[in-house]
């Protein structure tokens, strides 16, 4: 009971200071948890042994299918927007999925990364339907049907990402502690095992694999959302590396784990740009360094640990009691 009345009271905190936060902090809130659902889908696979650098291609598809419903069937509000480009995600990956679940290992890494870069160079040259390079606007959205202004907007559109966000990670902490998330993790651990039990690891990885991609693409969508614009960046590797990168950062522990390492990130990046613009790519690898080698199990690392000496102690005062 203790775990859901802190999480309860953590979503609460979170969805008030919507109100009370500047709009600026407020929109890094949002960008960090759209991100977090992308680098919740790498941690995802990673568990499952598998290691992803094209998690870019389902996040660039949702967010521009979030432009082209809006500019093409005038689609304005953002539940219906987000759950087109969540379906986008999902369908990529569904025809994706059935090449790349035979796949492992640094195969697997290569193909999704040439997925990405292909739908990267569509992007880019398909001028008159994309905008090149330019990219794309997109439309003001409304919130249940409500045309709000721009401060009372920003506020929406975060607690539609918080929402999504929560909603997302208690389902995928349902799908971990189930058998298909054992099965997955036991793909890691020993496939040929996971045969011998009569469970198909075909399609074990192709169902992560489109959880993932579908994780990804609501991340993708609501993206698009709160910052107007969609630019073929999206699906560039760097993107997709950006997401490996913070899942490592985070941990992938548990569910919690990618999306406090996504906000930390966003939060470290936001400041090491505005105090150090010239230097800030080393400032993070510098950080991400020093995590590695005294945080192996990245951030989350601080949590378990906490939690850890609270017990010894407790333990401690009752033999004493």
Same mark, same amino acid.
């Given at each position: 009971?203790?775990?859901?009345?802190?999480?309860?009271?953590?979503?609460?905190?979170?969805?008030?200071?919507?109100?009370?936060?500047?709009?600026? *902090?407020?929109?890094?809130?949002?960008?960090?948890?759209?991100?977090?659902?992308?680098?919740? @889908?790498?941690?995802?696979?990673?568990?499952?042994?598998?290691?992803?650098? =094209?998690?870019?291609?389902?996040?660039?598809?949702?967010?521009?299918?979030?432009?082209?419903? &809006?500019?093409?069937?005038?689609?304005?509000?953002?539940?219906? #927007?987000?759950?087109?480009?969540? #379906?986008?995600?999902?369908?990529?990956?569904?025809?994706?999925?059935?090449?790349?679940?035979?796949?492992?290992?640094?195969?697997?890494?290569?193909?999704?990364?040439?997925?990405?870069?292909?739908?990267? =160079? *569509?992007?880019?040259?398909?001028?008159?339907? $994309?905008?090149?390079?330019?990219?794309?606007?997109?439309? $003001?959205?409304?919130?249940?049907?409500?045309?709000?202004?721009?401060?009372?907007?920003? @506020?929406?559109?975060?607690?539609?990402?918080?929402?999504? $966000?929560?909603?997302?990670?208690?389902?995928?902490?349902?799908? &971990?502690? @189930?058998?298909?998330?054992?099965?997955?993790?036991? /793909?890691?651990?020993?496939?040929?095992?996971?045969?011998?039990?009569?469970?198909?690891?075909? =399609?074990?990885?192709?169902?992560?694999?489109?959880? #993932?991609?579908?994780?990804?693409?609501?991340?993708?969508?609501?993206?698009?959302?709160?910052?107007?614009?969609?630019?073929?960046?999206?699906?560039?590797?760097?993107?997709?590396?950006?997401?490996?990168?913070?899942?490592?950062?985070?941990?992938?522990?548990?569910?919690?784990?990618?999306?406090?390492?996504? /906000?930390?990130?966003?939060?470290?990046?936001?400041?090491?740009?505005?105090?150090?613009?010239?230097?800030?790519?080393?400032?993070?690898? @510098?950080?991400?360094?020093?995590?590695?080698?005294?945080?192996?199990? =990245?951030?989350?690392?601080?949590?378990?640990?906490?939690?850890?000496?609270?017990?010894?102690?407790?333990?401690?005062?009752?033999?004493?009691?």
């Amino acid at each position: 009971m203790r775990p859901l009345l802190i999480t309860v009271a953590l979503l609460a905190l979170l969805a008030g200071l919507g109100f009370v936060l500047p709009a600026w *902090i407020i929109f890094l809130l949002s960008l960090a948890f759209a991100r977090g659902l992308a680098i919740l @889908s790498v941690a995802l696979l990673l568990r499952a042994g598998l290691v992803s650098f =094209g998690q870019g291609l389902f996040f660039a598809a949702s967010a521009y299918t979030v432009a082209f419903v &809006m500019r093409a069937w005038g689609v304005r509000e953002a539940a219906l #927007a987000t759950a087109l480009g969540t #379906a986008a995600g999902v369908l990529v990956a569904g025809v994706t999925g059935l090449l790349l679940a035979r796949y492992r290992e640094i195969f697997f890494a290569m193909l999704t990364l040439a997925f990405s870069m292909v739908l990267y =160079g *569509i992007l880019v040259k398909a001028y008159a339907l $994309t905008g090149g390079s330019d990219g794309m606007a997109v439309a $003001t959205p409304t919130i249940a049907g409500l045309a709000l202004e721009a401060e009372r907007l920003r @506020s929406g559109l975060y607690l539609l990402t918080l929402s999504c $966000t929560a909603a997302v990670a208690y389902l995928t902490f349902r799908y &971990m502690n @189930s058998p298909l998330g054992y099965a997955a993790r036991a /793909v890691r651990d020993n496939e040929v095992r996971l045969e011998y039990l009569g469970l198909s690891t075909w =399609g074990t990885i192709y169902l992560t694999y489109v959880l #993932a991609g579908g994780l990804s693409g609501l991340g993708g969508a609501l993206m698009a959302l709160n910052v107007g614009h969609v630019d073929p960046q999206l699906a560039y590797w760097t993107t997709s590396g950006e997401f490996v990168f913070v899942a490592l950062l985070g941990g992938i522990g548990n569910v919690l784990a990618p999306l406090g390492g996504a /906000v930390v990130f966003e939060i470290l990046r936001a400041y090491a740009f505005k105090y150090a613009p010239y230097i800030w790519q080393m400032i993070m690898g @510098s950080a991400m360094l020093l995590i590695i080698l005294f945080m192996p199990e =990245g951030l989350w690392t601080i949590y378990t640990s906490a939690v850890r000496r609270i017990r010894i102690r407790r333990w401690s005062w009752r033999r004493l009691g």
